[in-house]
């Protein structure tokens, strides 16, 4: 009788369906869990041939496992190539089938269950001292689809957008703009209405001027304890310094990390925290508090060293266990750079770039426009030609990233 697979994703039913044939076609004592592979006829035939004379090269081998496969509606046919490789061609009905109870019960009715209970996905994070332009889609969708995933999984997600970026922007923009208005408490309007332009101005004036500079740098210091993470970071720390793992260095606080030229500075010489201790706080926080099994962080491939430092220094503490695969595990998901026309990387303080804002704007109308020729103008409410056209726009912009 053929059987109905259901759960699982069509490796794992596959796997399945090869133990069953392996059982009835090799000896228990001469198999093991990695021996079950679709295409492993070669590496099997090495351990079996003597207690197996009958099975007199791989491609025998192959052709047993093929014979004694159950039936199955997925498995359209099998056949042996080569010097022993089973290859596979699965049913195009039972795709078929599988897609559309996908469509009509949801994927979480196939969807394969993961073995943790909870994930935190980091990811977005957009510096709210700047404006969001389109290079910052990139992290924000593909974050947003492995959340999905891991939900669809039964996992519970918890997904982090870590806006609060209390750093040296803010202190730049802060000074610059206790320099341009200084009775702004007296003004009932602050007069900034291109935040992207007021940026580069202080910016400029930033790296233009000592004074002014020094000045950003301490307005970090006091502003800092507006993150949700702040108040753990000097307990964290300490624990850290406890554990030994922190020492002094030209007046700065630093993690030496083996394999790294670079310490990783968690205090800055002028006693502001940075990155690194936000996000080691964070780490902490994730695995101690919110007890996640597993926490994805979504950026560029630029910040890599960074968060390998920072797992590495989670290791030596103990937080993390030494290996990769075992639980609670940490993943760098990085991804390629979002370029603008010259080949550089956006960046929102020297470059023009396209404003997220204007991009989902364009989306939005062009959809409209589209809605509109077709003859939906006549045939649906003006409500439901702007909800459609925000749908398909945002949708299509979605996708292109």
């Known amino acids: 009788m053929a059987t109905d697979e259901c759960g699982g994703n069509v490796k794992q039913l596959l796997a399945e369906l090869f133990k069953r044939s392996l ?64 290859n596979v061609v699965l049913s195009r009905t039972w795709l078929a089938k599988r897609i559309q109870k996908m469509i009509v019960d949801g994927i979480q009715t196939w969807a394969p269950k993961l073995s943790i209970k909870r994930a935190v996905v980091d990811f977005s994070s957009p510096n709210i001292a700047k ?11 593909i974050g947003d689809t492995l959340a999905n995933l891991l939900e669809f999984s039964g996992v519970e997600v918890f997904r982090r ?17 206790f320099e341009q208005c200084p009775k702004w408490e007296d003004d009932n309007e602050i007069p900034i209405k291109d935040l992207e332009a007021f940026y580069k101005q202080s910016k400029k004036r930033f790296d233009d001027d000592a004074t002014f500079k020094e000045r950003a740098q301490k307005a970090v210091v006091s502003l800092q304890g507006e993150s949700f993470y702040n108040p753990y970071i000097p307990s964290v720390l300490e624990s850290l310094r406890n554990e030994g793992l922190i020492e002094e ?48 962080y979504v950026t560029d491939v630029g910040q890599r060293e960074h968060f390998e430092m920072i797992f590495h220094a989670a290791k030596r503490a103990g937080w993390l266990p030494c290996d990769d695969n075992a639980y609670p595990k ?69 996708q292109s990233f």
């Open 330 to 398: 940490v993943t760098h998901a990085g991804f390629g750079l979002v370029l603008g026309e010259n080949g550089k990387r956006f960046r929102t303080r020297s470059s023009e770039v396209v404003r997220l804002v204007d991009l989902l704007d364009e989306a939005k109308a062009r959809s409209k426009q589209a809605l509109i020729e077709r003859g939906k103008g006549t045939e649906w409410t003006e409500e439901e030609i702007e909800q459609t056209a925000e749908a398909v726009g945002y949708g299509a912009v979605n």
């Open 131 to 141: 404006e969001m332009h389109v290079g910052h889609l990139r992290s924000t969708i």
């Open 249 to 296: 260095s030209e007046g700065a606080h630093v993690i030496y990390i083996e394999e790294k030229k670079i310490p990783l500075i968690v205090v800055k010489r002028d006693g502001g925290f940075n990155y690194a201790s936000t996000d080691l706080s964070a780490l902490w926080y994730r695995i101690n508090e919110e007890k996640a099994d597993w926490i994805i």
């Open 23 to 86: 059982k009835a076609t090799v000896p228990n004592e001469a198999m093991n869990e990695a021996d079950i592979e679709p295409n492993n006829a070669m590496g099997l035939f090495g351990k079996i041939k003597e207690i197996m004379p009958g099975l007199k090269n791989p491609r025998s081998v192959g052709e047993a496992i093929i014979k004694n496969l159950p039936e199955s509606e997925m498995i359209e046919s099998c056949s042996v190539t080569g010097p022993g490789f089973v």
């Open 161 to 177: 957008n870590h806006v609060g970026d209390w750093g040296t922007q803010f202190g730049m923009l802060i000074e610059f703009l």
